[in-house]
C-alpha cells in the first residue's frame, strides 16, 4: 500500500513535442504529491507538487495533473527541450509519514 | 546559502572497510534524511531525523548508523562496508518531517 508505480521507464522525444510520466498510488491518505528532476551528477531538485484538493497545477511549462477517484498523477512537459532531459521521480506523503518515491523516468528530448 | 552539502563526492571502500559520510544544511531545517539511490529503484530511505535529538529507521536501514551531531549536521556510518552497500548515497533535508525536502549533490560509493 506504500508504493508508488511509475511509467514509463524511460521516454523519448522531438523538441517541441510533450512529456507525459504517469504514476500511480494505493494508499488514499497520501495527501501530498511532488515531481523531483534530477539531472546526471545531481541530487533530485523539487519541480511542482500538488494537494488532492485541486485536479490541476501548472508552473510554466510542467503541469500535474491529478485523478483522486483513480488514484493517478501525472507531469506533463508541454513544448519539451533538449534541457529538460534529466530523470523525473514522484513522490507521494501524508502527514507524519515519509516520501515514497516512485521508480524514475528518464527522459530524453531530442533536438 | 550552499543549501545541503555532502562530503565526500566519490568514495571507493574494500569490503570490511568503515566509513562516514558527512552532510550538512545551512538552512535551518529540522529534518535531515539519508537515502541511497540504486537504478530501477528510486530512493530508498535509510534513515532520518525528525528533529534534533532524534532518529528512526527507514526503508533500508541494515549495515548503517547515523548520528544527528546537531541541527545543522547528520552523518551517516558504514561500519563494515560490502558490496551490496555501492550506490550513490543523498542527504536531505526540509523544514518540518515529510514536508519539502532539498538534496545534497550526492557521494558516489563503491565497495570493492
Known amino acids: 500500500q506504500q508504493q508508488v508505480k511509475q511509467s514509463p521507464q524511460s521516454l523519448i522525444v522531438q523538441k517541441g513535442g510533450i512529456s507525459i510520466i504517469n504514476c500511480a498510488y494505493e494508499?488514499?491518505?497520501?495527501?501530498?504529491f511532488p515531481w523531483y528532476q534530477q539531472f546526471p551528477g545531481k541530487g533530485p531538485a523539487l519541480l511542482i507538487a500538488?494537494?488532492?484538493?485541486?485536479s490541476e497545477k501548472k508552473e510554466g511549462r510542467f503541469t500535474i495533473s491529478f485523478n483522486k477517484s483513480a488514484k493517478q498523477f501525472s507531469l506533463h512537459i508541454m513544448d519539451s527541450q533538449p534541457g529538460d532531459s534529466a530523470t523525473y521521480f514522484c513522490?507521494?506523503?501524508?502527514?507524519?509519514?515519509?516520501?515514497?518515491f516512485g521508480p524514475g523516468t528518464r527522459l530524453s528530448v531530442l533536438p | 546559502n550552499a543549501g545541503v552539502t555532502q562530503t565526500p563526492k566519490f568514495q571507493v571502500l574494500k569490503t570490511g572497510q568503515s566509513m562516514t559520510l558527512q552532510c550538512a544544511q545551512d538552512?535551518?531545517?529540522?529534518?535531515m534524511y539519508w537515502y541511497r539511490q540504486d537504478p530501477g529503484m528510486g530512493l530508498r530511505l535509510i534513515y532520518y531525523?525528525?528533529?534534533?535529538?532524534?532518529?528512526d529507521k527507514g526503508e533500508v536501514p541494515n549495515g548503517y548508523n547515523v548520528s544527528r551531531l546537531n541541527k545543522r549536521e547528520f552523518s551517516l556510518r558504514l561500519e563494515s562496508a560490502a558490496p551490496s552497500q555501492t550506490s550513490v548515497y543523498f542527504c536531505?533535508?526540509?523544514?518540518?518531517?515529510?514536508?519539502?525536502?532539498?538534496f545534497g549533490p550526492g557521494t558516489r560509493l563503491t565497495v570493492t
Open positions: 500538488i494537494r488532492p484538493d485541486v
Open positions: 536531505a533535508s526540509s523544514m518540518t518531517w515529510a514536508e519539502e525536502q532539498y
Open positions: 513522490a507521494a506523503s501524508m502527514s507524519g509519514q515519509n516520501f515514497v
Open positions: 538552512m535551518n531545517h529540522n529534518s
Open positions: 494508499n488514499t491518505a497520501f495527501d501530498y
Open positions: 531525523s525528525a528533529s534534533e535529538g532524534t532518529t
